[in-house]
C-alpha cells in the first residue's frame, strides 16, 4: 500500500461556510491553494460559501506531479463545483493562471450553472517555445527550473515548487487544447484581471480569451503593480474587492 502523500504546510485545501451563493476557486499549476487562500477568505467574510481544492499532485512535490494529468485536475474542480452547487443556490468560478483556463473550461461546459467568472491572469495560450517539443522533453528530462513566484512585493513567495514537472507540463498543454475552442460556449459574464507586467502569461491568452468567449459582459482591469501572482501581490485587495462586488451585483440582479 503506498504511503500517504504529504501535503506541504499552507498547501491544503479550503472549504468555508457561507451563504446561498458559493465561489469555486481554483489555483494556479505547480501552485497550492495557498495562493487562493486570502482571496476565499475575503469572499467569505462577504457572505460567500468557497471552496478551493488542492489539484492533484499540487501541495505536495513536483515528482508526484508527474504523475497527474490534466483530467485528473479537472476532476476534483468539477466534483468541488458539485458540492457547492449542491448547496447553493448561484455558484461562481475564480481562477488563476491555469486555474483560469480550468474555470473556462468549467463554464463551458456547465452553461448556465455557472452564474459567472472572475479570472486573474488567466492562462489559454501557452507563449513558451518548448511546449512544441514537450512530448520529446518529456522523455529526456522529469523537470525543468520553477516558474512560480513571480511576485512584485519583496519577501512573499507563493509556495509553488521550486522544479517544473515535465511531464505535468506536457499535459498541460493537452489541457490547453480543449480550452480554447471551448471559449466559443462561454457566455457567462466575466470579469478579467490582468497584471501589466507578467512574467509567467504572456498577452496572448488575454487576447484570445476576448475574441473568442461570447459572455455580452467582459469587464477588464489592469493591474498596475502586480506580476503574475497578483492574488498574493500588491494589488491583491484590488482583486479581493472588486470580485465580490462583481459577484454580489450579479447575485442581485438575478435575485
Avoid at 47 to 70: C, D, I, K, M, Y
Avoid at 114 to 133: C, E, F, I, Q, T
Avoid at 134 to 152: E, M, N
Wanted: hydrophobic share 45%.
Amino acid at each position: 500500500m503506498p504511503a500517504p502523500v504529504e501535503v506541504l504546510p499552507g498547501a491544503e485545501p479550503y472549504f468555508g461556510a457561507g451563504g446561498p451563493a458559493g465561489v469555486l476557486l481554483v489555483h494556479g499549476f505547480t501552485g497550492s491553494p495557498m495562493s487562493m487562500r486570502p482571496w476565499a477568505e475575503h469572499l467569505e467574510s462577504d457572505g460567500f460559501r468557497v471552496a478551493v481544492p488542492r489539484l492533484p499532485g499540487h501541495g505536495t512535490s513536483w515528482q508526484e506531479a508527474n504523475q497527474t494529468r490534466w483530467e485528473d485536475w479537472y476532476a476534483i474542480a468539477e466534483g468541488a463545483f458539485e458540492e457547492l452547487a449542491a448547496e447553493c443556490q448561484r455558484v461562481f468560478l475564480a481562477g488563476f493562471s491555469m486555474g483560469g483556463g480550468l474555470s473556462l473550461l468549467l463554464a463551458a461546459r456547465q452553461g448556465a450553472r455557472v452564474a459567472g467568472l472572475s479570472l486573474v491572469n488567466p492562462l489559454v495560450h501557452l507563449r513558451d517555445p518548448r511546449k512544441y517539443v514537450a512530448p520529446v522533453l518529456r522523455l529526456l528530462t522529469p523537470s525543468l527550473g520553477g516558474v512560480g513566484s513571480d511576485i512584485a512585493m519583496p519577501d512573499v513567495v507563493e509556495g509553488a515548487y521550486d522544479r517544473t514537472p515535465v511531464d505535468a507540463a506536457w499535459s498541460m498543454t493537452k489541457l490547453l487544447k480543449k480550452v480554447q475552442p471551448a471559449l466559443p460556449f462561454v457566455e457567462q459574464p466575466l470579469m478579467i484581471f490582468k497584471s501589466r507586467v507578467d512574467h509567467t502569461v504572456g498577452p496572448s491568452s488575454l487576447k484570445m480569451i476576448r475574441q473568442r468567449v461570447r459572455s455580452t459582459e467582459v469587464e477588464i482591469v489592469m493591474l498596475e503593480r502586480s506580476y503574475h501572482v497578483a492574488t498574493l501581490d500588491y494589488d491583491a485587495d484590488l482583486i479581493f474587492t472588486g470580485s465580490s462586488a462583481f459577484f454580489q451585483r450579479l447575485v442581485t440582479q438575478n435575485s
